[in-house]
């Protein structure tokens, strides 16, 4: 994963140098996750429903809303992979879903008293950063439903990522 304040601002360094750095990190490495675990996960036993395993990738909310091209593209990238693999590995009893996550803590750590008071004024309540936890909880939620195949979950408690 590619840290945010490693990203590029807006409208520089959209270089081809850029986007395959971006899409070899974001993308292929997380295409290759998945297809090579799906393959291991196909050789356990099925549970009562068929299932074999899950698949949970991790992409950013910048993927829907931001100016921030490269970046946003290969995590857009990710959220398109996830109905087509959940469908590809059907067969396999894999499923395969993804969290658009907002912004943490670790990937803001510059942000300090008033920039970061700003920055949370741009969150929708509880006016807070993601968690470990809440990411935890929400996958938690996707492995123990049956039924969730194929869906994005944005947690990204509402933040305008406009200005991005």
């Known amino acids: 994963m590619i840290n945010v304040?490693?990203?590029p601002e807006a409208n520089t360094?959209?270089?081809g140098e850029m986007m395959d750095l971006l899409f070899k990190t974001n993308v292929t490495s997380v295409f290759n996750v998945c297809r090579l675990s799906a393959e291991l996960m196909a050789k356990n036993s099925p549970d009562?429903?068929?299932q074999r395993g899950v698949i949970i990738n991790k992409s950013h909310r910048l993927a829907f809303n931001s100016s921030l091209a490269p970046y946003s593209m290969s995590q857009?990238?990710?959220i398109g992979m996830t109905l087509p693999m959940a469908r590809d590995f059907k067969d396999?009893?894999?499923r395969v879903n993804s969290?658009?996550?907002g912004f943490y803590r670790y990937q803001i750590p510059f942000m300090?008293?008033?920039q970061f008071q700003k920055f949370l004024s741009m969150m929708a309540f509880p006016y807070s950063l993601g968690s470990e936890d809440t990411f935890y909880h929400l996958c938690e939620k996707i492995v123990t439903n049956p039924y969730m195949n194929g869906?994005?979950?944005k947690l990204d408690g509402a933040v305008n990522t406009s200005f991005f």
């Open 5 to 7: 304040k490693d990203v």
């Open 13 to 15: 360094n959209l270089s």
């Open 48 to 50: 009562s429903n068929g």
């Open 76 to 78: 857009a990238a990710i």
């Open 92 to 94: 396999l009893g894999v």
């Open 99 to 101: 969290i658009a996550t």
């Open 112 to 114: 300090k008293g008033a």
């Open 151 to 153: 869906e994005v979950v």
